[in-house]
């Protein structure tokens, strides 16, 4: 079956610097993977999708990247602030006939 | 533009009752799907609809059905609840079916059952 992984500890960082978040998928690749920010209570909000054939998407002070060899997603916030405090879910994709698959999501928490 | 809505946002029945819950998507969004959210197990994928038709379900028993109205919105039952049922049942539609999009989740139907 196909497993994202993503690292169960909180990352606690100071504001102002870069949070890096980790997923890593098993098994072949997906054809998306995205990433979304759940606040306690509330639904997840999308933040960025990224293809197969891309390696690296951004937005606004957010960037993805995508390494089919490592079988990893990297999702970046730079210039991080305490209402960046969340958690962060990756789900893997894969179009047609699919179950998506999320993983168990990594809690940012920024520090003024 | 209005976003996916979850009718009711809280529930709670007694073992052994069933449950409706229902999801209106965002407008022009033809594809719904439906998610369980537990502290156990995380997000875990129920069943998909596009154009009235379930597309995929994920491991769930048969006990968790759903369906999809010609106007896109849906609605999942759960027969002869069972303890293990308490979650946080997420709706979200997208444009397309599959994955290729993104999803807007709803607020969430959070289910106690006692």
């Known amino acids: 079956s196909q497993k994202i992984e993503q690292n169960s500890e909180a990352l606690n960082i100071q504001e102002g610097k870069t949070a890096t978040l980790t997923c890593n998928y098993t098994?072949?690749?997906?054809?998306?993977l995205q990433w979304y920010r759940q606040d306690p209570g509330r639904g997840p909000v999308f933040l960025l999708l990224?293809?197969?054939?891309?390696k690296e998407k951004r937005k606004e002070r957010l960037k993805v990247t995508f390494d089919t060899t490592l079988k990893q997603s990297l999702f970046h916030i730079t210039a991080s602030q305490p209402a960046d405090s969340a958690t962060y879910l990756c789900?893997?994709?894969?179009?047609?006939?699919?179950?998506?698959?999320f993983g168990r999501g990594t809690s940012l928490i920024v520090h003024p | 533009k209005a976003g996916v809505t979850q009718t009711p946002r809280y529930l709670i029945k007694t073992r052994g009752q069933q449950v409706t819950l229902s999801c209106s998507p965002i407008?022009?969004?033809?594809?719904v799907s439906w998610y369980q959210q537990t502290p156990g197990q995380g997000l875990q994928f129920l069943f998909e609809?596009?154009?009235?038709?379930?597309?995929n379900k994920g491991n769930f028993p048969g006990r968790f059905s759903g369906r999809q109205f010609s106007n896109s919105r849906s609605e999942m039952n759960v027969s002869t609840l069972e303890l293990g049922d308490s979650a946080l049942y997420l709706c979200?539609?997208?444009?397309?079916?599959?994955?290729?999009?993104?999803?807007?989740f709803g607020p969430g139907t959070r289910l106690t059952v006692t």
């Open positions: 979200a539609s997208s444009l397309t079916p599959g994955g290729s999009h993104e999803q807007y």
């Open positions: 098994n072949y690749s997906p054809a998306y």
């Open positions: 990224i293809r197969e054939n891309e």
């Open positions: 789900v893997r994709t894969s179009g047609g006939s699919y179950i998506p698959t």
């Open positions: 407008s022009g969004h033809r594809s």
């Open positions: 609809y596009f154009s009235e038709t379930q597309r």
